[in-house]
């Protein structure tokens, strides 16, 4: 008999669904595997408001109605939505995004650090009265940690940025509830660990699977670069270490970020991965590696709902060890001149985990 795990049902504490005729493919795939997804807002043009939230939550669950997934997935997948932090954000937009109910952190990207990024904060000292109505509505602050600068190594960013940027934001702001999301390396792991319990980490999958070799060495391979890079091994292994340490600072945020295949594979390729699909049989690989499958479910299942303050969900997700093929690529933007295919992570590899 092969080996099964049962969980309780994940929730996806950063995930990237775009938009448009985009959900079609992203939406179904979520809401497979996830109750709860806590949805990037950089779309072009970014959820700035809560009414912006609302319309997309709306645009998020026509998709779901209209996918072939079953009544119960339909029932159970809840999108969880973030406001986009401009120069321009007030704290009354903050207010009204707490009163509002459906808005349930803030993302905070500098300005230039990644896709869709243009519109983010160019200057973080101006952002004081935001930070003050986050802490006084408990609204997370969700943060993309890594300084810009052109002069700074991509390989030094995330650290610099933790030294430079968040202490200070954490100093000035002690109550102010953080997610230092996608983590990438063992100065962040170390970051995090050292802080109060308000202070919290999501990691990817392929940070956990991947180093920069497999994005580097024999070739570029396009389908693992994402921002954050991709870091060295030891900092793969330290990620590794604190995701299966059982400690719930750290959860699962898979950073599934879809782009065409033709906009990867590009002289300028863009930068994300897509993993929403496989991303249970990806974490349980990872997990599994370290022989530590026992503690996948506190991280999957447990301790983002619980930093949020959120209950458990209550409905299971049983998986195999049994060989999963990865597709090589979905259909993408369906139905529109744009029709196209998105390449998975660890497209047409064999993974030992699969769903049940
Ligand atoms: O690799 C990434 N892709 N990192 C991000 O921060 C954004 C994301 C995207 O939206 O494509
Ligand atoms: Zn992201």
Redesign the pocket.
């Known amino acids: 008999m092969a080996q099964t795990i049962t969980l309780l049902q994940p929730d996806d504490w950063h995930i990237?669904l775009r938009d448009g005729a985009a959900l079609a493919t992203t939406v179904a795939h979520a809401a497979q595997s996830f109750n709860r997804v806590m949805c990037?807002p950089?779309l072009v043009p970014p959820v700035k408001t809560a009414s912006d939230a609302i319309a997309y939550r709306e645009r998020i669950m026509a998709a779901l109605q209209a996918s072939d997934l079953p009544q119960a997935r339909k029932e159970a997948f809840d999108p969880r939505m973030t406001l986009y932090l401009t120069d321009h954000t007030t704290a009354d937009d903050i207010a009204a995004a707490a009163r509002s109910g459906l808005v349930q952190a803030v993302k905070l990207y500098p300005a230039g650090?990644?896709?869709?990024s243009a519109d983010g904060v160019t200057d973080i000292n101006q952002c004081v009265d935001i930070f003050e109505a986050l802490e006084k509505y408990n609204l997370p602050l969700l943060i993309?940690g890594e300084v810009t600068a052109s002069h700074v190594d991509i390989f030094d960013r995330e650290k610099r940025f933790l030294e430079e940027v968040l202490s200070q934001i954490i100093a000035k702001f002690p109550e102010l509830k953080i997610v230092v999301e996608?983590i990438t390396t063992s100065d962040a792991a170390d970051f995090v660990l050292e802080q109060s319990n308000r202070v919290a980490a999501t990691i990817t999958p392929q940070h956990l699977l991947y180093n920069r070799n497999h994005l580097l060495v024999g070739g570029i391979k396009p389908h693992f670069y994402?921002?954050p890079i991709l870091k060295r091994e030891q900092h793969q292994k330290v990620l590794l270490d604190v995701a299966t340490s059982g400690n719930p600072k750290f959860f699962l945020g898979t950073?599934s970020?879809p782009?065409a295949t033709h906009a990867k594979e590009n002289a300028c390729g863009?930068?994300?991965?897509y993993s929403s699909s496989i991303a249970l049989p990806l974490y349980a690989t990872a997990f599994d590696s370290v022989g530590k499958i026992d503690k996948l479910e506190g991280f999957t299942s447990r301790f983002g709902a619980q930093f949020y303050g959120l209950p458990v969900n209550e409905s299971t997700i049983t998986l195999v060890k049994q060989p999963l093929l990865v597709p090589s690529h979905y259909s993408y933007l369906a139905g529109t001149a744009e029709q196209t295919t998105v390449t998975p992570l660890a497209a047409g590899e064999t993974l030992p985990w699969s769903f049940a």
């Open positions: 990237h990037m950089n650090a990644t896709t869709n993309h996608h994402c921002l950073d970020a782009h863009c930068a994300g991965c």
